[in-house]
C-alpha cells in the first residue's frame, strides 16, 4: 500500500496539488529552522510573525478586501468573498495576467465549465487517486486529515517538552520530514504509536484512509451522471487540444490558458485564505514537440538573476541562491529553454505585482515529489507569515495528460510534422497468422496474437532468429500467464523499408498553473506597512500597492465643506471617469489627515485635495509628499502614474514638492 | 396541489427563472403567430429561421467561438466551451459590463463562491420551490420535462394535423398558452388524457412531478453538510448587505454587482447556446428607501425611446410599441424612476454591444408571472431564431429577500434614517402578563404570549375595548387552531407616544439580472450576415460586431511572402501591442481575398495589407473600403478606431479611399 500515497503524484504538479507534494517542503523548512535556532527565538519568531499576520488580516477583514462566506449564517470553513476592494484588487491581477501571458505570448483563451462529468477526471486519474488520508472521531465521527494530527503532535512535542531525549528529538524530526511519504498504514501506525487522540474529545482515531477532494455531484436528473467540480481547469484545455491544434493552423508550439474557478473539498480547511475549498486558478498549456523545447523569445528573460532552489541544493541542506535563468538552462539544472522562458515570465509578473523578489525563490520538486512522468518541475513559493507558500507551479508534464485522454476517448491528440520530402525508415512488420494459430489454440489464439504484436523490435527479431533456426521457440503470453510453442508457420516477422511522409507525435506539455488568490494575500503581506500618525500617538496601517493593483487609483477629497470645491471635485471626477481612472470621492468633513488615513489602508496610492479652484494638492501614499497642479491636468496627471507611464519621481522633477 | 407551480414565483424574476415564468410569452406568441398566419406561412418562416440559424452555428462552431463541452467523450447535453474568439468576445462584453455599470454607478462589486451552504438557499426558497416538472419514461426511467412534451404535442397536431376541428385547435392553443399555469395534476391529466407516450419508446409515463434544478453537493468530509452549486449570484450580494451597507458609509441608495458561475441542472437542456446548465450571470442589486424610489441620474436616461411591452397591450393582444421611458414612468406603466433608469441603461448597453434595437423590446411580467412581494418586472427580450428571448431581468423585489434572510439568520438586515430631529410618534404597546397567563393556560401559555403579541392595531385596540367593557374576551389563537378566553388581568393594551430619533426599515432591492451567455448569442444572430464574394460563386459569412466587441481588433496581411514585408507587419505588430491592441498576423501565402474572408468570419473589424515599406493598406470589414495609411500611423488609426474614439466615416474624411 505504500504506493498509494505514491501515486498521487498523477497529478500533482500544479499548485494546490494533493497533500502528499505540497507539504515536503514546509517540513524540510520546519526541520532546518530547528537545527539552526533555539526554541526560544523559534517561539519570538512565530509570535512576531502572528502578530503581523493579525493586523493584515484584521485591516483586510475590516475594509472588506474578503469577507468569510455566508457570514451572518456563521459561515463555512474555507470559503471566503472578495469584497469591493478585494474583488477591485483581483480584477486587476487578472488583467495583468491577461495581458503579460494571453495577449503578448498570443495565447489561445479558452472558458470550460466548471461541472464535468466522471469520464473526464477518471481518464486524469482525479477519481482514483486525488485523495488525503482522513482519520475519524471513533464515537463523534468527527474527521480529521490525518497528517496533520502527527505534525501537530511532533511540532507541540519539539517545541513545549523540555525533557525530549536527543534520540526522541531526532525520531520527531524525522517524522516531520517523511510526514508526507509515509503510507496509510505507517501514519496509522505512527499515530497508534504516540496514543494521538481526537483533539476535541480526546476519543479514539480510525485508521487512516483515503478521502476524495472532489466535490461530487450527479448531472441530469436520472442520478446515474456522475460528475464532479473540476479540482483544476487544466483537464478542459487537454480535451481540446485537436481543436485548439488545428486553430492554431496545425503548428507547434502554441500555448492554451484558462482562467476560472477550481474546488477541493478540502477536510479541514486551515491557513485563512491560503487552503480554500473554493478559489480562481489561472493556467497555462504550452503545446511544444518534446525533441525541440527551445523557445523563440527567451533571450528576452534569459539575464534575470533571482533566488532559485535546486533540488540538490534542497537535499544538501543548502539555501536558495541567486542564479541567472541563463546559466540554471545551460547547466541542466533547469531541464529546458522553454521551462526557463516560463520561469522567467513568472518572476517578473509577480514582481511586477509587487511581490518583494527576496522573499520569492523558485524551488524544484525533489525527486519523489515529481511525478514519474514529469521532466521536471519548479514551484514559484513566496513567503509570508506561514512560511514558504508555493503559489505557481511551472512543470514539464511530458505527453502524460494528452497520452491519458487519448487512451480512454479513443481521439488521438497528437501533433504532425510535414517532413520537407519523405523519409524512408525501417519500420517491424509482425504478421502472425491467425489460421495456424486458431488451429493451435483455439480459445487462446486472440490472446496469443495480441502477444505476439505487442512484441518490441529487440524480442521480435529473436523470436525470428529462433524460428529460422530452429523451426519453433518457447514463447510467454502474458495475458495467458504461460509458456506457449510457436512454430515457423505460425508468424512471419520482418523488417521493411518505408516512405514516411510526416512524424506522428504527441506533444509534450509544459504547464504555469496560478493559485491567484494565494498570490493576492501574499501581495499583501509584502504591500502592508505600519508608521506612526503625524501626532505619533496611533500606528496607521498602509498597503503599499502599485498603482497596477490598486484597488482604487486615487481620491478626491475637498478641503473645507463648501459648494464651490464640491464642484471643483466633480469636475475633476468626472475628468478622471472620461481618461478611465477610478476614484473614490469623500465629502465628509472629517479632517483631513483622517481621510488619508483611510485611503491609505484601501492602497490608494495618489490623493487629490481639492484647496482652491484653480489648483490643487495631489498627495503620494508612501512619501507622503505633495505637489500642486492645475485642475484641467490632474486626470492626466493621475492616469500616467496609474499606467505606469510616469513614476512619482519623474512627476516630482517636473512639479516642485509643496509643503501642505 | 395548484399552488405548487405558483409558488415557482419566490425567486423567478430573474432571467433564466423557472418553468413558470420563463415560457408564457413565448407561448403567447407562438398563439399569436398562429393566428394570424396560414400554416404553410408558418412552416416556411420556421424553415428560414432554422436555415439562418444552421449559418450561424456552423460558423459558430467551425470558428471555436464554441465548443459543445467534452467533446472526445461525446459531451454533456447543456454544457459549452467558449473557444478563442468567443473567449475574447466574452470577456469583452464583461469588460463593458463593469465600465457601464459598476464603474460608471460606482456600484460595490463582490465576489462570492459557487458552493452555497443548503441554509441560505432554505432561507431564499430555491430548496423548496426551484423545480421543474418531470416525467419519467416507466419502463426505462428515462427523463422528461412534464411541460416540453404537453407542448411539442400541441405544436405538432396544430401543424401538422390538417382535419383538427375548429373547437380542437381552440383547445390546443389554449394549452399551450396556459402551459405554464398547470399544476401537477392538471399536466398529468393532459398528458394522459392526449394519450402522451414516451417520445423514445413510447412507453407509458409516471405522473409529473417536481425535480429540484440545484446541483447538489456536499461540503466538507462528514457529508452531513448540504450544499449547492448557486443557482444565481444574487444570494451572496443579500447576505452581505450589513457590510456593504456599513462600507458606503450607512447611506442608502447604493448598488451591489457580482459577475459569476451559476448552475441549473436542467431536465433535458435544448435550445442550443441558450439553456445551459452552467453560465456566467452578471447580476446588480440596487438597494433603495422603499419610500423613495426616485433616481438622481434618471435625466440622463429619460429621453430614450424603445420597443415597451407593457402588461396590458399583452392581456389584450397588442404588439410591442415605442414609448418615451420618462412617459411610461409618469404614466405609472413603469413603477418608479429607479426601475425606468435601469431599462434605460440596460438598453443603452445592449445596443451598444450591438443588439439590433427594432429586435429588442422591454416586456412588463404579466401580474400571474410575477412573484406576490415584486412591485414591478421587466424582461428586455431580444429576438432571434428560437423567437423572443429573455435575456436580461430588471424586477423591483421589494423587501423580500433582505427580510427572508433576516428571519432565517436572525441578524437584521436593515437601513436607519436619522430623523433631523426626533420624532413623536404613537406605538401600539401589547403586554402580555405572563403570571395569569401561566395560570390560565398553563403549556400553552407561550402560544397565547405569541398570539397576544402578533397582533395588528386594529385586532388589539377591539380587543382593549372588549376587555374594557366585558372584562373578558374570546381570542383565536392559531398555533393551538382554537378559542381562548382572555381576561382583563391578563393583558395590558395601550398607544404610547414615543421619540424616535431614527428609522429602521428594510430596504427594497432594485435587480437588473443579466444572462451573459444569452446575451452573447443573439449578438452572433444579430451580427451575422452573408455576402457573395468577389466572383459571386460562394456565400461569405461576416460578423458585423463592433470593435468593442470583436475578439479581434485588427489583422496584418504581408501581401506577399516576402521579408520586407514581414519586417514591417512585425513593426506594426510591436506597434499595436504598445497602445494595447490585439491583432493577428497571417504570413501564410494564401490570396488576400481568401485571409480577408477569413477574418470577416471572425469579425475582424479592420485589416492592415502591408503592400510597401513605408504606406499600407487598411480594409474596413462591412464596407470593404479600403484607405492608404503610413506605416508609423496605422496603429494609432486602428487605435481610434477600435477605442471608439472615430468612426470609420471619420477616417475616410481624413484619407481618402482606395481601390485595390
Redesign the interface.
Known sequence: MYGLNKQLALRVTTIFSVSHQRSIKPHLRAVHTFLSATKMDAAQEAQKREAFRQAVVNTLERR?FY?P?????RG??G??????P???V??NVLAFW??HFV??ENM??????????E??LKASGHVEKFTDL?VKDDKT???YRADHLLKDYCKEKLEKDNNLSAEKTAELKHVLAMLDDFSPEELGAKIKGYGITAPDTKNALSDPYP?NLM????????GL?H?Y?RPETAQ?IF??F???YY?N?NKLPFAAAQIG?A?R?E??PRQGLLRV??FTLAEIEHFVDPEDKSHPKFSEVSKLEFLMFPREDQVSAKQARRIVIEEAVSQGIVNNETLGYFIGRVYLFLTQLGIDKDRLRFRQHLANEMAHYAADCWDAEIECSYGWIECVGIADRSAFDLRA?TD??G?P?VAHEKYAEPKEVEKLVIAPVKKELGLAFKGNQKMVVEALEAMGEKEAMELKAALESKGEAEFRVCTLDKVVTIKKNMVSISKEKKKEHQRVFTPSVIEPSFGIGRIIYCLYEHSFYMRASKDGDEQLNVFRFPPLVAPIKCTVFPLVQNQQYEEVAKKIAKSL?AV?I?YKIDI?GTSIGKRYARTDELGVPLAITVDSTTSVTVRERDSKQQIRVNVDEVASLVKSVTDGVSTWADILWKYPTHSS
Not at 69 to 73: E, G
Not at 79 to 84: I, K, R
Open positions: 472588506l469577507i462566506s455566508f457570514k451572518i449564517y463555512v470553513a470559503l471566503y468573498d472578495y469584497g469591493p478585494g474583488c477591485a483581483k480584477a491577461r495581458q495577449l503578448e489561445l483563451e479558452v472558458d470550460c465549465p466548471c461541472v464535468t462529468p469520464v473526464v482522513m465521527g468527527t474527521c478521502f466535490f461530487q455531484t450527479s448531472i441530469g436528473p436520472s451522471s460528475g467540480m478542459g480535451v481540446n485537436k481543436d485548439l486553430y493552423g474557478q474546488f473539498n477536510i479541514s475549498r473554493e485522454h480512454k476517448s481521439v491528440l471617469t478611465g477610478s465628509t
